[in-house]
C-alpha cells in the first residue's frame, strides 16, 4: 500500500488504530510464547559451553596420558643405565670410579622414584578429571533433554501461531505504509515506552484506554471530532474516539479472521 499525500487526519487514526490492534495481536502470541525462545537461547548456549568444557577435559587426559608415557621412558631408560652401571661396578678399577659409578647409580634411582610420583600424581589427576567428565556428560545429556523439551514445546505452540504470526507481521507492514514516517516513529516510540505496547487507545467511559486519568468533556469532543491528532497528557498514548476503535475492532476481526 502506498503512501497518500492527501491522507485525512480521520484516515491517519483509523490506520494508526488498525495497526495499534495488528500489534496488539501480534503481541498476545509472543505472550503466549513467553520466555522460551530466551530460555532455549540461553540452553542452546551453556551446552557449546560444557562441550567446549568437555572437549578441553578431554585434552588433558590425553596431555596427561602423554606425560605418563613419557615418564615410563624415562623410567625404563634409567633402570637400564642402573642395570649397566651394575655391570661396569664389576670392572671398576679404583674406589674413584667405583664411587662415580654409585653417583651415577643413584642419580638414575632417583629419577625413577621421581618419575613413578609423577606418574601417581598424573594418574591421580586422571581420576579427578574422568569424574568431571562424566558430571559433564550428565549435565549435557541433562540440558539437551530440557532442550529437546521446550523446543518441542515451542513448535506446538509456533504450529498453532505460525501462520497468524506471518499474516499479522505481513498486515503490520501494510498499515505502516499507510502512516508517515513522522507520525509512525511517534507510534513506536511511544509502543516502546508504556505498558502493554498500546500506543494508541479509545476513550472508555470518558478516560483513556490504560488511564484512571478522565477526560475533559470538551477534549473529548474533539477527540471525537477525528480533525486532529490528541494524546493523552498522562501518558503520551494517542487517542480515539470509541466509535472509530469499534468500527476499526470489527474490521480488523474480519481481516485477521
Not at 26 to 52: S, Y
Not at 172 to 192: Q, V
Not at 202 to 219: E, K, L, M, V, Y
Amino acid at each position: 500500500m502506498a503512501k497518500s499525500k492527501e491522507v485525512t487526519v480521520e484516515e491517519k487514526l483509523r490506520a494508526l488504530y488498525d495497526l495499534q490492534l495488528i500489534d496488539s495481536r501480534a503481541d498476545e502470541i509472543k505472550n503466549v510464547r513467553g520466555e522460551l525462545p530466551l530460555e532455549i537461547e540461553d540452553l542452546e548456549d551453556e551446552i557449546v559451553g560444557l562441550n567446549k568444557r568437555l572437549s578441553n577435559l578431554d585434552e588433558d587426559v590425553v596431555n596427561l596420558k602423554g606425560e605418563i608415557s613419557a615418564k615410563k621412558l624415562v623410567i625404563e631408560e634409567a633402570k637400564s643405565l642402573v642395570k649397566k652401571y651394575a655391570e661396569q661396578q664389576k670392572n671398576v678399577r679404583n674406589n674413584r670410579e667405583f664411587n662415580s659409578i654409585s653417583k651415577e647409580t643413584e642419580y638414575q634411582e632417583l629419577e625413577i622414584e621421581l618419575a613413578e610420583k609423577r606418574i601417581k600424581e598424573y594418574k591421580a589427576k586422571i581420576e579427578q578429571k574422568n569424574e568431571v567428565i562424566a558430571a559433564t556428560k550428565e549435565n549435557i545429556a541433562k540440558q539437551a533433554d530440557l532442550l529437546k523439551h521446550k523446543s518441542d514445546e515451542l513448535k506446538d505452540i509456533m504450529g498453532d501461531t505460525i501462520k497468524e504470526e506471518a499474516l499479522l507481521l505481513k498486515k503490520s507492514k501494510e498499515y505502516s505504509g499507510l502512516i508517515d514516517d513522522h507520525l509512525l516513529k511517534a507510534y513506536n516510540r511511544i509502543r516502546s515506552t508504556v505498558k502493554n505496547g498500546l500506543a494508541v487507545v479509545s476513550i472508555d467511559r470518558g478516560a483513556s484506554g490504560g488511564s484512571f486519568f478522565t477526560i475533559p468533556p470538551q477534549r473529548q469532543v474533539e477527540i471525537a471530532s477525528r480533525k486532529k491528532i490528541i494524546t493523552d497528557e498522562h501518558s503520551g498514548r494517542i487517542l480515539v474516539d470509541g466509535a472509530l476503535a469499534e468500527e476499526e475492532k470489527e474490521k480488523i476481526d474480519k481481516l485477521l479472521s
